[in-house]
């Protein structure tokens, strides 16, 4: 286990306060993004500002932090750099969540449009993903019987993803007018954030973030072997079941307000590792902040890029999170 010095504690505050100052220029940023382009007369828009463009980058922000976080628990939990939030089934019990609730809508006789999916999105669908997600991650721990071995895990989690997206493949099949609904969440969207999703994402992230920190220990622990860990007096099972409660809780959370959003799970505690070497703890906050500067810089591109029409933010980070492991990768192989 690494020893934390005083020039590695300057480096890491350094690091924070760059996060930090990142993010306050992207939430300025985001209040002056508009469909029509960059606007500053903040006063003349005031109803704007406060009641779309201030919660939705906030929002954006909180969402990246969630997936920043549970990225980095699950990539400690798993001891692989690879590990992305959604291996638990969280994604595809999310999205089985929502095509339940559109095609029970489709059934009632609604009228699944854009405007209705996005009342929709406000309403029932966030708590059904939020649902979905939580009941996929149940799933996997039941069937791997608990969190106490990690590849049993990992495999159920794998197993349980394949089974609810094909479930939720045929529920689409026997109902298209879920079909469009899906699609905006498939795609990630941070254009339904309001000052509510807000709320509840900067609860979720104030509960799961002290939690996770005050068993971080026990993931560097966890670097030694489990052997070795086990032998320095860590409770595995209940610190793993506590690890993969606040990672499905942070990943559900996220996914119900914001749809499936790739890769800023994944990419963002590699950017944290390639510029520091600290312990768990820090790596936990400081990838929740880069989640948060990844995501938000994200929307504040789908918003401008092509203004005024709007790209989906899920797609910006694939591809910017593709390009990202892709240099990685020439380099490792330079």
Same mark, same amino acid.
């Given at each position: 286990? !690494? ?9 890491t505050l ?8 990142a993010?306050a ?10 469909s029509?382009g960059w ?11 406060s009641e779309i463009r ?6 954006a922000?909180?969402?990246?932090a969630l997936?920043?976080?549970?990225g980095?628990?699950? *990539?400690?939990?798993?001891r692989?750099?690879l590990a ?28 699944i ?8 999105? *406000?309403?029932g669908?966030?708590g059904?993903?939020f649902?979905g ?6 799933l996997?721990?039941?069937?791997? !019987?608990g ?17 609810l997206?094909?479930?939720s493949?045929?529920v689409?099949?026997?109902s298209?007018e879920a079909m469009?609904g ?9 254009g ?8 509840v994402?900067?609860?979720v992230?104030a ?5 996770a920190?005050?068993?971080? !220990?026990?993931l560097d622990?966890?670097?030694l ?8 007096g860590?409770p595995?099972q *209940?610190?793993?079941?506590?690890l993969?409660?606040t ?9 119900? *307000? ?15 590792r390639?510029c520091?070497s600290?312990?768990?703890?820090p ?10 500067v ?6 504040i591109?789908?918003r ?5 029409q709007?790209?989906?933010?899920g797609v ?16 490792r192989q330079?």
């Amino acid at each position: 286990m !690494r020893v934390a010095t005083a020039r590695d504690g300057g480096a890491t505050l350094r690091f924070a306060l760059l996060l930090t100052a990142a993010s306050a220029g992207l939430l300025l940023a985001g209040l002056a993004a508009g469909s029509d382009g960059w606007s500053l007369a903040w006063a003349d828009e005031w109803t704007l500002v406060s009641e779309i463009r201030a919660p939705r980058s906030i929002g954006a922000w909180l969402a990246g932090a969630l997936l920043g976080f549970a990225g980095a628990v699950a *990539q400690g939990l798993f001891r692989n750099p690879l590990a992305d939030p959604y291996l638990l089934g969280s994604a595809a019990g999310a999205g089985l969540g929502v095509v339940l609730v559109l095609a029970a809508g489709g059934a009632a006789g609604a009228s699944i449009g854009l405007a209705a999916a996005g009342a929709l999105l *406000q309403a029932g669908l966030v708590g059904a993903a939020f649902a979905g997600a939580l009941c996929g991650v149940g799933l996997t721990l039941l069937l791997a !019987r608990g969190a106490a071995r990690p590849m049993s895990l990992l495999l159920c989690g794998v197993v349980v993803g394949v089974l609810l997206t094909a479930l939720s493949d045929l529920v689409t099949l026997a109902s298209p007018e879920a079909m469009r609904g899906k699609q905006i969440f498939l795609l990630g969207s941070t254009g339904f954030l309001g000052w509510t999703s807000t709320a509840v994402l900067a609860a979720v992230l104030a509960a799961v973030l002290p939690a996770a920190l005050r068993v971080s !220990r026990a993931l560097d622990a966890l670097v030694l072997g489990e052997a070795s860990a086990a032998s320095l007096g860590v409770p595995l099972q *209940q610190v793993r079941l506590l690890l993969v409660g606040t990672m499905a809780m942070a990943t559900g959370a996220a996914v119900a *307000q914001a749809g499936l959003i790739a890769f800023v799970g994944l990419v963002a505690p590699h950017l944290v590792r390639r510029c520091l070497s600290v312990a768990h703890g820090p790596q936990l906050a400081l990838s929740a902040m880069a989640g948060g500067v990844l995501l938000l810089a994200s929307d504040i591109a789908a918003r401008t890029l092509v203004a005024p029409q709007e790209l989906p933010v899920g797609v910006l980070t694939a591809v910017l999170g593709g390009i990202y492991l892709l240099a990685l990768l020439h380099r490792r192989q330079a």
